[in-house]
């Protein structure tokens, strides 16, 4: 019963190129939330999903930034014309129930290390 | 809004020593607490949660936290550490306007010495 898996574990971009950080949530989970650590920073909360749909964008980036959860294949965040702020590690995160459901603590992957050199 | 301040950033000990990494919370509705792990170069793991019932919460690796509504604290205690709990522990409360998303202290490091 594999857990959340994240790839790439690392991703080395130049700025100005594009990076897509890929999450499968465990079996069963449909609910999935991407959190940004920054250098010496706690997680930050960037975007939650349910399949096919945004349900809380309010931690995104306005602009460069995008995610999605297609019915079919693993989470993407997408984040366009990187610059060097953007390096960070994501870590992407998945519960069976949404809502206050998810309140009982959800399982994390092991991160995408984004480094923009 | 709700917050988290983890009091020490940096908590160097002993191996064999008690340690206590302090949470404070602020949140105006039910309180449910959490507590995870992250060793280095890897992702959060869940340590213990407080949801309701004995404020006293046992969680995995020997560590256990006490709910203190009265100081608004969720301090996490081990009585005796071991070189591999170095590691950054998180506490984390949800956010209370928007199901499902968990609100995180800025960590404390862990640095367990022999």
């Known amino acids: 019963n594999a857990g959340v898996m994240q790839n790439p574990r690392h991703l080395v971009r130049r700025r100005g190129q594009e990076a897509r950080l890929r999450c499968s949530p465990m079996?069963?989970?449909?609910?999935v939330y991407w959190y940004r650590q920054l250098p010496e920073e706690g997680l930050k909360f960037m975007v939650y999903l349910q399949k096919e749909n945004i349900i809380d964008e309010s931690g995104m980036p306005k602009e460069r930034f995008s995610a999605e959860f297609p019915k079919e294949g693993p989470s993407i965040l997408r984040i366009q014309q990187v610059v060097r702020g953007d390096s960070a590690a994501y870590f992407c995160a998945s519960s069976t129930l949404g809502g206050q459901g998810a309140n009982y603590g959800y399982t994390f992957g092991s991160g995408t290390r984004l480094t923009v050199v | 809004a709700q917050s988290v301040t983890q009091l020490d950033s940096q908590v160097p000990v002993f191996e064999e020593a008690p340690v206590e990494l302090r949470c404070n919370y602020s949140?105006?509705?039910?309180?449910?607490l959490f507590w995870y792990v992250q060793y280095p170069n890897q992702g959060l793991q869940l340590l213990l949660k407080?949801?309701?019932?004995?404020?006293l919460v046992k969680g995995i690796n020997g560590f256990e936290a006490e709910f203190n509504k009265s100081q608004t604290s969720f301090h996490l205690r081990k009585p005796s550490v071991h070189i591999s709990d170095t590691a950054e522990y998180f506490c984390?409360?949800?956010?209370?306007?928007?199901?499902?998303?968990?609100?995180f202290g800025q960590g404390t490091e862990l640095s367990v010495k022999p």
């Open positions: 949140s105006s509705v039910s309180v449910y």
């Open positions: 407080y949801l309701s019932g004995s404020t």
């Open positions: 079996k069963g989970h449909s609910h």
């Open positions: 984390a409360v949800p956010s209370e306007n928007q199901g499902g998303k968990l609100i």
